[in-house]
């Protein structure tokens, strides 16, 4: 069983259900403990309407510490009565029965915007979450922390730094990919290893840029979008205090591996999604122009609807790169379809070629899907992640709240 | 019967069925004649990727006269071979039919992207369009235009200028409305008002700001979006030649109505869509804020599936606010739903207010439903419109091409 958030050293979870649910079979409150103080680095949604986790969080991070975070599922606690005092109760609660500092908890929450959270079910279910504390409550945590996913989503890397063996792990809960409109992402990662936290934030700046970011969790967000990393030192490491030399290069590695491997659980368990769509552009102007690119056509309706229908109409996937505002010669394009039953090219030169439509169908069936667009003779490069739309999406948000 | 693009005095139109389409029971091709050389202007999509019509007509009105326009539906000229050449020779055919220069003659397109236009049907199909020529086909233009469209759209006004009564007619097909990247979206008006060619256009230029670009259609776009006034003096008013005055006033209030019904009939026919979503929005700093966030709740994926589940999910609409783009205080936003079964008001100070979801059901089922947002005191205001997400929405775009 993959230990998620517990991988590395002293690192303890839990989820239970304490009732802000009405399906009592459905976990809804989890938790994350650190044995030693953390530090700690987190990234938030750009939506100008912010939930009140969000905003309790922000202080109590400020100074880059943080020992344990709380979060639950089902209310959003987002544009809800006495939402900043819901917040700041669960960290009181969580840091009464731990014994740590409310300043040192991080608050999350994610489900229907709107509700106010039962204070009363979170302030019984703190103390049985903090007695189930365990190096073995990852997956607990992980499926407490989940909405419309189907599955929890948990990975564990090691890496060297000073010649010791550190660990990372993380969990995510998703989303309607569907959309950048998505619903709340949410991201946890744990390391024993030691780092400044001004080095950790840098390191978390930079690894959603081409990780969470290419599924549209930055920028075009929800109201409770959340990304934390913890890093306890547990695992004896000399302080990475600078962003030079092999121990951070090594950890940033690991975290870029850690980032991009949710989000692409994220894309593949997008709400009602049958298959993974990779997007590849080449070609581009610069890195940047390469991601608006990528981004465009992972998300588009009519690309995402012919991906659910197998249906190679690659002039969709040339309409989205056109209006995506990036830069490029329309006449420079070409488009390829690629999975395990093989690889087809479509497009060149902006026009359409002759393929094998058989061929393609066949490709297109696969439950991963890669489209690989090259732009032009640029170096400008960037891989985006979505998944297809399907009737389950309009079913599963059609009537959400019930 | 509405007359549509016939309804002015001076045009005749027809629409006929000449083999572009495999299913004969469905016109692929249409043509709107005026007896008097027109003052001409249009718009285009902004989409960097534009079909071969779109050139073609571009090079053809720059003088800013046009006496003919052809279009046909099933196959959009775009990213196809020699797709300049195909555009080009319709305008030349229907030149020759007509005994007109084929510089004066609009060419549109809408259909699938990539294939290139079978000539030799065109080349036949034109003179029996010609010979169909006649005052009251405008609906067998219409109806030739369609490709997903469920009805054709057509719709005519009078107006007074200089003491005379001017007719307007104009028709329209749509689109995936269900998204800015939608499918093609082309509007032809005809007039038989005097105009001079650059007071035209700077009126079209204002028209759409209010009405087809807050249903997406310019900015994102399809590569073949289009839209022409063709204005022909039959009705005999003194010449408007600048915007101040009266007859520009009338001439420029018929527009907007023309242009807003179309939008509106193209946004209810969106693909597999169920009802109407009507967006206002007041109080914003000013009309280019409100505009953005109207258009960014009628736009939202979540939203439109919450219509389609009669769900009054009003977080949802907060959430496509905040994440617009424009400035706003997320605390002074109220949300109210409305239609013809009632209006209920469900969010105050951005925040969650009690509601009778029984009567919220109510409203919401109806199949025209208008989503009144405040976001503060501001002057700026702005109307979108929209349709649901529907399971038919994802049928009809799965397998478009089949």
Known sequence: MNKGVCAPKGFKAAGVYCGIRKNKTKKDLGLIYSERMCSAACVYTQNKVQCAPIAVTRENVADGRARALICNSGIANACAAGGLDAARGMCLYVAEALG?????????????????????????????????????????????????????????????????????????????????????????????????????????????????????????????????????????????????????????????????????????????????????????????????????????????????GADANWGRVLCALGYSGAEFDPFGVSVSFKSAAGEIQVCEGGAGIAFDEDKAKKILLEDEVKILVSVGRGEGAAVAWGCDLTYDYVKINGDYRT
């Open 100 to 308: 740590i500092s409310a300043a040192d908890v991080v608050v999350a929450s994610t489900g229907v915007i709107g509700p106010s959270i039962p204070m009363e079910a979170v302030r019984k279910g703190i103390p049985v979450l903090v007695e189930k504390l365990s190096a073995e409550g990852g997956e607990d945590f992980s499926s407490a922390i989940m909405t419309t996913d189907t599955f929890a989503k948990q990975v564990s890397v090691s890496f060297e730094a000073g010649g010791v063996t550190c660990m990372m792990g993380g969990t995510a809960k998703g989303s309607g990919m569907i959309a950048p409109n998505m619903a709340t992402m949410l991201a946890f990662i744990t390391t024993d290893a030691a780092l400044d936290p001004a080095v950790l934030q840098i390191a978390l700046n930079a690894a959603v840029q081409s990780s969470f970011n290419m599924i549209s969790v930055d920028g075009d967000t929800s109201t409770n979008d959340m990304l934390t990393v913890l890093a306890n030192g547990a695992a004896g490491n000399k302080l990475i205090e600078d962003v030079s030399g092999a121990d951070f290069r090594n950890f940033f590695n690991a975290l870029g591996i850690v980032c991009a491997e949710l989000s692409k659980m994220l894309a593949k368990d997008g709400e009602g999604a049958t298959k993974l769509i990779e997007v590849r552009v080449s070609g581009a102007e610069n890195i940047k122009s390469a991601r608006i690119l990528a981004k465009s056509v992972v998300d588009s309706n009519l690309v995402k609807a012919a991906m659910f």
